[in-house]
């Protein structure tokens, strides 16, 4: 576990130190409205489930990162920026946002940005955020700079953010993926538009590549949403909306697609009159049970495997040896 003391605890920068530092970890960033000789800084980098986290302090007046910063760098990503301590103002695509102590911004690092400290020190903490796994969970590019001030779901993100585990080793990899979706979720709580306008073509292209993901995985028996979900990397929740509002489910898709796939291996197997047993098609085809792919199949088709590749059909179901 990590506090704001354990980032206290780190040593004092001055102002090359700093500098260098933070354009190594985060891309070119300039101190400003203070004099170099008097400068004091402070930047700590972690990992917190696969996120890279910053914590900086300054005495700095100002920070800025320039059109020619973001050509030299070209960082492409947005970042979550939390006030830990004093004022500051963010300039960003010609907005101005204001940021307290508890209040948490949503910057875009591919572009220009100015942050003005109110009192010429302050203390942030930062979560670089993958562009297209953000953009997909939010379901569209959000506008950048947006602010969030005294919603309940920045609490337990900035907990999270805190109290970070930086060894990731003493977390299972399925462990790690589902809590990158809990900061996505939680980021999606506070940035998501109530009503957002124009995402239909974004969120037809996630829905495709969803698809895609399921073709590529519905033979393995154990897959199921929540590895849907880790792989386009998305929450769960984001997940079963995007299905709701097709008027399905992500288990009945991934069922359909094994069912699909069942049914043309065994209309293969009638062509060429093989003996492959049906029951082998059916594990082919993601089913680990038989029973359960015999029942499924004939509710999808209104009749057995076994008369569906061509055989006499049973009402009673057929054997899974033939």
Known sequence: MHSSGDFLSTPNLDYEEWRDVVRSICGRYTPDG?????????????????????????????????????????RDHYYAIFQMTGQSRIIQNDRNIELTVGDVALIDA????????????GHWGSLQLPRRSLASHLGLEPRCPSR??????????????????????????????????????????LFAPSEPEDTSLHTDKLFARIREIIKDHFADPDFGPCDVA??????????????????????????????????????????????????????????????NFNRRFRSRFGHTPRAHAGGIASLAGDSPER
């Not at 696969?50 to 302090?57: C, K």
């Not at 591919?110 to 020190?121: H, K, L, Q, T």
């Not at 060894?167 to 790690?176: F, G, P």
């Open 34 to 74: 203070i004099e170099p000789k008097i400068f004091s800084g402070r930047a700590r980098v972690r990992s917190i489930c696969g996120f890279r986290a910053v914590d900086l302090s300054s005495n700095a007046h100002r920070l800025e990162r320039t059109h020619q910063d973001v050509r030299v760098d070209a």
């Open 110 to 121: 591919a572009r220009p940005v100015i942050y003005v400290s109110e009192n010429g020190s």
């Open 148 to 189: 969030c001030s005294g919603a309940a779901a920045a609490r337990p993100l900035r907990q999270l953010l805190q109290d970070g585990v930086e060894d990731e080793q003493s977390m299972s990899v399925s462990a790690n993926a589902y809590m990158r979706l809990a900061f996505y979720d939680l980021l999606g709580a």
């Open 230 to 291: 880790v792989e386009a990397g998305i929450s769960l929740r984001y997940l079963q909306k995007l299905f709701t509002a097709r008027n399905s489910t992500c288990s009945y898709f991934i069922h359909s697609v094994r069912l699909d796939h069942a049914a043309r291996l065994l209309e293969r197997r009638s062509f060429l009159k093989t003996s492959q047993p049906i029951s082998e098609i059916a594990y082919a085809s993601g089913f680990g049970d038989y029973t």
